[in-house]
Nanobody
Framework: QVQLVESGGGLVQAGGSLRLSCTASGRIFSINRMGWSRQAPGKQRETVATIIRTDITYYADSVKGRFTISRDNAKNTVYLQMTGLKPEDTAVYYC????????????WGQGTQVTVSS
C-alpha cells in the first residue's frame, strides 16, 4: 500500500503564492509518476500537473506559467509551487501516485483545500 499526506493548503489573496507538499510512504516503486489534480464545486476533477523522475512534466493549460511541479526523490515528496493565484484556482487539491508498472493502481491523498479570495 501507498499512503499520501498533503500539506500547504489554505486561504490566500488573489495574486499570492502557495506551495503544496505531498509525501508518499509505504511500498514505493522507484519508477513512478506523481502529480496533483483538483476539483472545484460543480466541476470535473482536473489533472493539474504530473512529474516523472525530475524532468518529465505535464501541466494543464489553465496553470501553465503559474504553477511548477517538482520532487525530492530521496524523500518521496512532490511539491506544487503556485504563483499568481486566481479565484478560479479555488478547489480541493489531491496528490496522486502511480507506479509505472503493469497492474498497478493509482493512489490518492485525502485532499487539501486551496481557497483564493478576490
Amino acid at each position: 500500500q501507498v499512503q499520501l499526506v498533503e500539506s500547504g493548503g489554505g486561504l490566500v489573496q488573489a495574486g499570492g503564492s502557495l506551495r503544496l507538499s505531498c509525501t508518499a510512504s509505504g511500498r514505493i516503486f522507484s519508477i513512478n509518476r506523481m502529480g496533483w489534480s483538483r476539483q472545484a464545486p460543480g466541476k470535473q476533477r482536473e489533472t493539474v500537473a504530473t512529474i516523472i523522475r525530475t524532468d518529465i512534466t505535464y501541466y494543464a493549460d489553465s496553470v501553465k506559467g503559474r504553477f511548477t511541479i517538482s520532487r525530492d526523490n530521496a524523500k518521496n515528496t512532490v511539491y506544487l509551487q503556485m504563483t499568481g493565484l486566481k479565484p478560479e484556482d479555488t478547489a480541493v487539491y489531491y496528490c496522486n501516485y502511480h507506479a509505472l508498472r503493469s497492474g498497478e493502481s493509482d493512489y490518492w491523498g485525502q485532499g487539501t483545500q486551496v481557497t483564493v479570495s478576490s
